[in-house]
């Protein structure tokens, strides 16, 4: 687990702040977006979702019944006046842009919906933000993998934007639309027409019960075992800087509510990953999952030509720590243990939103 000091700890998030506030979730039926959404409800925020239906069978916004507690619209991101209309009706005050084509290895099998979705979704968001007269904040949900890789360090926000594949250019692309927008619109430090706080932020690679997603690790072994197949693993020397779901979005909420208070300090962009030395391989997950499945499983390494993907990264947060007061709570082996325990109550068919409600409580008293 990170360690923690007695300033961070006075860091945790502050649900009165969040009581009421108006929130606008696009991508809310997306893995991410579906613990976010009840995250909010349990802050008893009013909230909207936005997203261009359940991408996945079974889903976690399904399963956990997400719907229950908030609005739901769908739309599609790529249609400005679809975004501009929910943004007029709703007034959101907040706005996390979580809508996205998440996938690598679909990016290049589909590589002009990648282009499309991260980038003109993430221009038409922006620009609904500019003709709104209600929302203060806006959070734009990028990845770690906007970022150019040379060489093994661990990248801070200030190191150059790039992307090799489909997928990771495009969240380059919207960090640098993102930065484009902020510059010329809401900077607040040169007293422009808005008093908007707009932040990006990068998270490592997310992992927690009810991602169903294909070409995604955990999912991947997860059907694996409930399938009673072998386990096949694209690049299992692969690193990366996994971290329990709730860690990431915990310090999305946290900058949500700087940005309010102070958007001038925090409209920046932000890593949030676990510790350096809690980056992973892959082959390392799989061995751990094993190791707390009751059941005897097995993986293979997949011997199909793949398309490329980076084969180290690792995320620099020391910027969120030093000027948010955030910390990873779940290291590396606790997060795989919620994972493990999310996915066997889902095998037994336990109420799964009580469960995500429970694991979500437990973390809230961690940040506290």
Known sequence: MGKRNSSVEKMGLDKRFWKNKRVLLTGHTGFKGSWLSLWLQ?????????SNGIPTKPSMYEIAKIKNGMTSLKGNVCNYNQVLTVVKKYKPEIIFHMAAQSLVRESYTHPLETYATNMMGTANVLEAIRMSDSIKVGIIVTSDKCYKIVGKKALTEEDPIGGYDPYSSSKGC?????????????NIKKQSEHNIGIASVRAGNVIGGGDWNKDRLIPDIIKGIINKKPIKIRNPDSIRPWQHVLDPLYGYMMLAEKLWKSGSKFSEAWNFGPDVNESKTVKWIVKKIIEKWPEKICWIKENNMNKHEEEFLKLNCTKAKTKLGW??????????????????????????????????????????
């Open 42 to 50: 349990e802050m008893n925020a009013d909230i909207v979702g936005f």
């Open 174 to 186: 919207a960090e640098l639309i993102t930065s484009s927008y902020r510059n010329s619109f809401f």
């Open 327 to 368: 910390i990873p709570k779940l290291n590396t082996n606790e997060s795989l243990e919620w994972v493990v325990e999310w996915y066997k109550n889902y095998e037994e068919k336990k109420d799964m939103r009580e469960i995500t409600e429970q694991q979500i409580k437990r973390f809230q008293k961690m940040v506290k």
